[in-house]
């Protein structure tokens, strides 16, 4: 298995552009997290899906971020319109087994930067 | 709310030696998971250990090992005879083990450098 695999790697976009972010969950295990990574704030987890279904999106910063598994195989997070502001490192993670303290495997994160 | 809190911006240690990365963690849960993950620079997350709070025996892993202390809600990562690869960012999580919110509640980090 490849693990979780995200594109881009990087991303550059003027401010009020579209950006969709993707990520390929390792086959097989039904749960799928995507995470925020800055300086200021750390790690934030955004929203979470367990059997393609939305879970938990507490951590979507505002309505400019939306996040969608339409299949066990994909997962996107869209922003709509970006900001400065929303640059950061973009973290898809999967749970690696089916066992309560399976850990999370991350994928290897998309850089975004919004000029 | 769960929070996770590193207290240690940045740790620097000789090759070879020893090293201790703290980590405490805020909770009203009695059952829950506890990991330390490793970011180096290509950004990649790599689990390092886990520990489950039921668990009185600390987890080791070859060179790594923890403290867990559940009474005093402290976590921390001992590194021993530390190698140039291993410097990295780290993190320390907290998971509930239950219902609800089932995503890892990270830490801000420590910047483990290491002097050859």
């Known amino acids: 298995d490849a693990g979780v695999i995200q594109s881009p790697r990087h991303e550059v976009t003027e401010m009020g552009q579209e950006v969709t972010l993707r990520c390929k969950p390792i086959s097989g295990h039904n749960s799928l997290f995507w995470y925020r990574q800055t300086m200021m704030r750390g790690l934030e987890l955004l929203i979470y899906f367990n059997n393609n279904v939305p879970i938990d999106d507490s951590g979507m910063p505002e309505d400019r971020f939306s996040a969608k598994m339409p299949n066990a195989s994909f997962s996107t997070l869209k922003i709509q319109p970006s900001e400065p502001r929303d640059s950061a490192v973009y973290f898809c993670a999967n749970r690696a087994g089916e066992t309560e303290n399976s850990p999370l495997h991350f994928g290897n994160g998309t850089r975004l930067t919004v000029t | 709310a769960q929070t996770v809190t590193q207290s240690q911006p940045e740790m620097s240690v000789q090759e070879a030696e020893t090293v201790t990365l703290s980590c405490t963690y805020d909770t009203s849960e009695s059952d829950y998971y506890l990991f330390w993950y490793k970011q180096p620079p290509s950004r990649q997350m790599i689990l390092v250990i886990r520990?489950?709070?039921?668990?009185?025996q600390n987890a080791t892993e070859n060179r790594f090992s923890v403290n867990f202390q559940k009474a005093a809600k402290s976590f921390s990562l001992k590194i021993s005879d530390s190698q140039l690869g291993d410097a990295a960012m780290y993190f320390c999580?907290?998971?509930?083990?239950?219902?609800?919110?089932?995503?890892?509640?990270f830490g801000k980090g420590t910047h483990l450098i290491i002097q050859p």
């Open positions: 520990q489950e709070a039921y668990k009185q």
């Open positions: 999580a907290y998971r509930f083990r239950g219902g609800g919110a089932d995503g890892l509640t």
